[in-house]
């Protein structure tokens, strides 16, 4: 059974930067496309952005675009996530994610969601 737990969750103002990581364990890191999700209170859960098992390449949601990128190191089993130019409205509980099924911007996650999940991790963002 995969485990994922986030870290570097916080407090920043509007415009700083955050980087959130995301270490796997009990499975082969490798084979799990792995993205992340977030969830604001009052809100649906939102795709925010995921990779391919390779690294090769990289699907992200509108609102995160040119701001959020993705990297992940198979070797060491962990997902990193750089959110520079912060809003407030990124303020969320932020959700590692694993699947064996591609995960990709448009997939209806309400109907398949990914296969594991990590336990959240909070930021939230100041104007």
């Excluded at 737990?5 to 407090?11: N, P």
């Excluded at 959020?68 to 198979?74: C, L, V």
């Excluded at 099924?101 to 909070?122: A, C, F, L, S």
Aim: glycine share 12%.
């Amino acid at each position: 059974q995969v485990q994922l737990v986030e870290s570097g969750g916080g407090s920043v103002q509007a415009g700083g930067s955050l980087v959130l990581s995301c270490a796997a364990s009990g499975g082969t890191f490798n084979t799990l496309y792995m993205g992340w999700f977030r969830q604001a209170p009052g809100k649906r859960r939102e795709f925010v952005l995921a990779m391919h098992r390779s690294g090769a390449q990289s699907w992200y949601g509108d609102s995160v675009k040119g701001r959020f990128t993705i990297s992940r190191d198979n070797d060491k089993g962990t997902m990193t996530l750089q959110m520079n130019s912060l809003k407030p409205e990124d303020t969320a509980v932020y959700y590692c994610a694993g699947d064996r099924e591609i995960m990709y911007r448009d997939r209806d996650y309400d109907k398949v969601p990914p296969d594991y999940w990590g336990q959240g991790t909070q930021v939230t963002v100041s104007s």
